[in-house]
């Protein structure tokens, strides 16, 4: 029995010794058992979020409340070009961010609705519409009718959506990737290309779009050309591509414009 102690003493003495220095015959499975041993990183503070008493999706309404339905031209513009509002996080940090123009309809934000408010936790995370519900008529024919006629009668309606709109904002007691995979899976369903983004990705995005523009060897912009009028070319551009420094074609954008 003496000799067991006096050898775990030994082998503990040799650890801590310097490196060259004969080790103690338990020094082996020390080792084994300090390797173990992981630093995990500091879980996020969020003592300052505060969630809503509703924290899932609203229900929204397949048909406007209108007095009286009208119908519209198509009006394309509606899905060209860049949003202008609900283009930045308010009170949740991730986000289904649509990467170009489409039309939403009922059926697309039910599907959203009733995969986020069934996958997610309500108890931790709370979600929140960044869209209207669909306002926009869409008018068709009945099949077998003749050319002609006037203007068809009112189907549906949809919700016109631009290039960098939220579509739905997330946020609470929670962490990326506790939530990306149902955010994934919805974004992938949507009639246009979406992704998934955090603060801190949607910052990182928008800081290597005003790299770009900043550090551009090119000295030939679109913007200089046409504004210059080089060779004539405001007569083969539209306003749109003028307003915009042909980032976008109709309402895909391209992202290596400058």
């Known amino acids: 029995m003496f000799s067991f102690v006096k050898a775990a003493v030994g082998g503990l003495t040799g650890i801590c010794k310097a490196p060259g220095h004969q080790q103690g015959p338990l020094y082996n499975h020390l080792k084994v058992l300090a390797a173990g041993f992981k630093t995990y990183e500091i879980p996020p503070d969020y003592s300052d979020v505060v969630l809503p008493e509703k924290p ?56 959203m609705r009733l995969t986020v408010n069934r996958k997610m936790d309500s108890r931790t995370t709370f979600a929140r519409w960044r869209i209207n519900a669909p306002y926009k008529p869409i008018t068709r024919k009945g099949l077998g009718q003749r050319m002609g006629g006037g203007k068809g009668a009112i189907d549906h309606y949809v919700t016109p959506v631009r290039y960098g ?68 070319i405001r007569k083969a551009i539209s306003p749109f591509d003028l307003h915009n420094h042909g980032r976008f074609t109709g309402k895909f954008h391209l992202p290596g414009r400058v």
């Open 56 to 111: 899932k999706l609203k229900f929204m309404n397949k048909v406007p409340n209108l007095k009286r339905a009208r119908k519209e031209m198509k009006k394309l513009r509606d899905i060209q070009g860049q949003a202008k509002a609900a283009n930045a996080f308010t009170t949740g940090q991730y986000a289904i961010v649509a990467m170009g123009g489409g039309y939403l309809h009922w059926g697309h934000i039910e599907m």
């Open 165 to 232: 709109r939220f579509i739905v904002e997330v946020g609470g007691k929670v962490e990326l990737g506790e939530v990306e995979h149902i955010l994934t899976e919805v974004a992938k369903k949507l009639p246009f290309p979406a992704k998934v983004m955090s603060r801190e990705s949607l910052a990182a995005l928008q800081k290597k779009q005003a790299d770009m523009e900043q550090n551009n060897q090119n000295p030939w912009t679109f913007k200089m050309i046409a504004q210059g009028n080089m060779l004539g």
